[in-house]
């Protein structure tokens, strides 16, 4: 059995989304080309063929894949979800010891993880560091760069 996962309903819908462009848009799309390629003659040297089936094999994988998220996805009620601490969804302000400088980070699933909109990943190095931990708290985190030191200034939810 999958490994529940969590996701806002954005999150949620994004998949669904994707999920039904490959099962609508793209199966039909090698359908297509499966039988343009059967079409061409000796299926047994039709190098398009052959691709045309990989490429079908790789796409029912990937649906597989994505239709086993969606059956055990579990959207989290936001509110009610503690604010005395750091967990999956907050809105973290940390202040960077070093460098004087504030940020705030949203902790989201892997799969909603966009560092462009400061959304990171739970299983990143920062956000492993913050989970758990109280507005006040200093914490060092070894991240690639080295090692960042961050005192938490505030926690709330999206």
Do not use: C, W
């Not at 079908?56 to 994505?66: D, V």
């Amino acid at each position: 059995m999958e490994d529940v996962r969590y996701y806002t309903e954005e999150g949620l819908a994004a998949l669904k989304a994707e999920l039904h462009q490959l099962t609508t848009v793209e199966r039909k799309r090698i359908s297509q080309q499966i039988a343009e390629a059967r079409d061409k003659g000796d299926l047994s040297e039709n190098a398009e063929y052959d691709a045309a089936k990989e490429q079908q094999g790789l796409l029912e994988a990937k649906i597989a894949k994505m239709q086993a998220l969606v059956n055990n996805a579990r959207v989290l009620d936001e509110s009610k979800l503690d604010t005395s601490k750091v967990l999956l969804f907050s809105v973290v302000k940390v202040m960077n010891m070093k460098m004087k400088k504030e940020m705030t980070y949203t902790i989201v699933p892997e799969t909603e993880a966009d560092i462009k909109s400061l959304k990171i990943s739970v299983k990143s190095p920062i956000a492993k560091g913050l989970l758990g931990k109280t507005v006040g708290e200093k914490v060092e985190i070894t991240v690639p760069a080295g090692k960042l030191e961050l005192e938490i200034l505030d926690i709330k939810r999206g």
